[in-house]
Nanobody, 128 residues
Framework: QLQLVESGGGLVQPGGSLRLSCTAS????????IGWFRQAPGKEREGLSC????????NYADSVKGRFTISRDHAKNTVYLEMNNLKPEDTAVYSC?????????????????????WGQGTQVTVSS
C-alpha cells in the first residue's frame, strides 16, 4: 500500500518561507497525482494544490494562489510545496495525498475525498 511521508514543516515568522516535501517509500510516484491539504484546529481540511503525474497541470486554492508553488522531481520521487509570504492563518497540519485516477484541473476545487492515499502530515506554525 502506498505510504506517503511529509517533511519540511516547522516554525516560521510571518512573511517567511518553507518548502514541504512529499515522498513515498518503496513506491514510484511517477504515475500518481499528488495533492497538498491542510487542516487547522477546529477547521475543515482544505485542499491547497495538486499536480498531475506529468507535472504539466497544477491547480491552487484561492487562499494560496500566488504564494504557494507545487512541483515534482521524478528523479527524486518527491513532490514539493514551496510556501512564501506565510501568514499566521497558514498555521495548520499539512498533508500530501495521492491518487491514480484524480484529474488535477483548475476547473474544479481540490477535494480530499477524491484522494485515496495519505501521509501523516507535518506541522507548520507561522508566528512571531
Amino acid at each position: 500500500q502506498l505510504q506517503l511521508v511529509e517533511s519540511g514543516g516547522g516554525l516560521v515568522q510571518p512573511g517567511g518561507s518553507l518548502r514541504l516535501s512529499c515522498t513515498a517509500s518503496g513506491f514510484n510516484l511517477d504515475h500518481w497525482v499528488i495533492g497538498w491539504f491542510r487542516q487547522a484546529p477546529g477547521k475543515e481540511r482544505e485542499g491547497l494544490s495538486c499536480i498531475s503525474s506529468s507535472g504539466g497541470n497544477t491547480n491552487y486554492a484561492d487562499s494560496v494562489k500566488g504564494r504557494f508553488t507545487i512541483s515534482r522531481d521524478h528523479a527524486k520521487n518527491t513532490v514539493y510545496l514551496e510556501m512564501n509570504n506565510l501568514k499566521p492563518e497558514d498555521t495548520a497540519v499539512y498533508s500530501c495525498a495521492a491518487d491514480i485516477m484524480y484529474q488535477c484541473s483548475s476547473v474544479w476545487r481540490i477535494e480530499a475525498r477524491k484522494f485515496g492515499s495519505w501521509g501523516q502530515g507535518t506541522q507548520v506554525t507561522v508566528s512571531s
